[in-house]
């Protein structure tokens, strides 16, 4: 199973978007997806069709309770996604994890417990570098960072990368900073433009081909509880995604799996 960390401790940039929709096109690829909700506000749960009443279990669970990841995993009604999903109660796990032994390995000693029941886990970080995002960093081999086609686009990009070399140098020397995606695209400004060529020329082949539109209805499907590919399946947001998650498979996928 390869770990896919979608990160960036600036909030607005579009993780969860990516996590819901890239995990939801992966599945439909064949591939079997465990999403890991790991931010206490639970979108990305809630962006899955998860009920937050649904299962009294979460990723706190697991995290603090050592409570096995197959006792909490729910399934989606997407085709080859599983979640486990996130609560409030993940908002005091910083502070328990702060003295817990192993507090920044907690997360991928559990995943490491179902290797080989999904062959991809993608897991949706808070906007901070608190212990969670640690965690899921740890975890990790590969980051997917996704940032906005906006004014202050690289703000927080280099905290990100200072932090990812202390994981390296002490924690996780396999982890790969070699995924950008660029969001909320809008052809016809100037300014989104720029953007793209600024980050193309300073991350290189780490920025993915594909470029994720800013689109109406990909706003508009998480307050169904679905991915944009089952909300409206050939909307430009759909088919954004669609092409991430080939370029993923290609770039990654093949090589890992």
């Known amino acids: 199973m390869i770990t896919i960390a979608v990160t960036n401790q600036k909030g607005g940039v579009g993780k969860t978007t990516c996590c819901v929709n890239l995990s939801a096109e992966l599945g439909r690829l064949g591939h079997r997806v465990l999403v890991v909700d790991t931010d206490p506000q639970g979108n990305c749960s809630s962006g899955l069709g998860h009920d937050k009443g649904d299962s009294?279990?979460?990723l706190y669970d697991i995290l603090i309770d050592d409570s096995e990841v197959q006792d909490v995993v729910v399934e989606t009604p997407w085709e080859g996604v599983s979640l486990v999903p996130a609560n409030i109660n993940l908002a005091g796990a910083e502070v328990e994890l702060s003295s817990a032994i192993s507090r920044e390995s907690r997360l991928k000693g559990a995943l490491s417990t179902v290797d080989d029941l999904y062959d991809i886990a993608i897991v949706?970080?808070?906007?901070s570098l608190g212990l969670l995002t640690v965690n899921a960093l740890v975890a990790a081999k590969r980051l997917l960072i996704p940032i906005q086609c906006e004014y202050y686009a690289l703000e927080g990009v280099g905290q990100l990368a200072r932090t990812v070399d202390l994981v390296r140098q002490y924690l996780n020397p396999n982890l790969n900073m070699d995924g950008v995606v660029l969001t909320m695209f809008d052809s016809r400004t100037r300014l989104a433009n720029d953007v793209v060529t600024e980050v193309r020329e300073g991350f290189g082949n780490a920025a993915f081909e594909t470029l994720i539109p800013r689109n109406v209805t990909l706003s508009?499907?998480?307050s169904y509880g679905?991915?944009?590919s089952y909300y409206q399946e050939n909307c430009k947001g759909a088919l954004a995604y669609r092409d991430l998650a080939r370029e993923v498979e290609g770039r990654w996928l093949k090589e890992d799996l």
Do not use: M, R, T
């Not at 949706?124 to 906007?127: A, I, Q, V």
């Open 124 to 127: 949706d970080c808070p906007p």
């Open 56 to 58: 009294p279990k979460s």
């Open 226 to 228: 679905k991915p944009i």
């Open 220 to 222: 508009e499907a998480p």
